[in-house]
């Protein structure tokens, strides 16, 4: 993958080494946004590190197991989405995603994720896509929830943040329900 026009203005491209520093500088200006629901944030604490995710992204590219895109609105880095665990014989993978606090409630979160649907489904070929969020993080339940998949069930305490153990809610679609909806 490339570079991804969605609409006038609006692009997907994989991350690479040089995007570090805008990406650094767009985690830094988002920590308290992004803290609740990716406890990771306080991990990325300079440069270094935004560049290591990329590297960590691209070797998952490159192995065919995943990628992470950088989302970028009339040139400027906004967000990043990413795809986790591609199994070869399962054809299955998770999607994971964050925005720019500033550029929320425009529905970009939603047509990004229906652009990677279309990746993973119509050119990969795969059959399951699952997304899971914290049952407290409304806007990021809306996004599955708008897009079709099915709520399936709970993992209990899966995630860590600090002290506290996390749900999170399973949500999946497959190839047949996201072509059947695209129709
Ligand atoms: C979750 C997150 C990515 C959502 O991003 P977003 O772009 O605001 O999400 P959406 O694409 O669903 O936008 C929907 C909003 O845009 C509006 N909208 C405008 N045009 C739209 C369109 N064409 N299609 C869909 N929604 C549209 C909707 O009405 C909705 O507004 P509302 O939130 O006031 O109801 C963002 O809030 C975020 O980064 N949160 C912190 C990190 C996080 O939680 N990540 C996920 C962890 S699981």
């Not at 692009?11 to 500088?25: K, S």
């Not at 604490?45 to 990329?54: G, H, K, M, N």
């Not at 994971?96 to 279309?118: C, E, F, N, P």
Request: aromatic fraction near 8%; proline fraction near 3%.
């Amino acid at each position: 993958m490339w570079r991804h026009p969605l609409e006038e203005g609006l692009w997907l491209q994989i991350l690479e080494r040089h995007h570090a520093g805008p990406l650094f500088a767009l985690t830094d200006r988002n920590r308290e946004h992004l803290r609740p629901w990716l406890p990771w944030v306080d991990n990325v604490r300079e440069v270094r590190d935004s560049l290591a995710f990329i590297e960590e992204g691209l070797e998952r590219f490159a192995q065919g197991v995943g990628y992470e895109l950088g989302i970028w609105l009339e040139g400027n880095l906004i967000g990043v989405i990413g795809v986790h665990r591609i199994h070869r014989v399962n054809l299955s993978a998770l999607i994971g995603y964050w925005l720019d606090a500033g550029h929320q409630g425009r529905g970009i979160m939603t047509r990004v994720t229906a652009a990677v649907l279309d990746d993973l489904f119509l050119a990969r070929g795969l059959h399951r896509v699952e997304i899971r969020v914290a049952p407290e993080n409304h806007r990021s339940r809306a996004i599955p929830e708008r897009l079709g998949f099915r709520m399936e069930g709970i993992l209990r305490e899966a995630a860590r943040h600090g002290d506290r153990w996390i749900d999170l809610m399973i949500y999946a679609i497959l190839d047949r329900e996201w072509k059947a909806l695209r129709r």
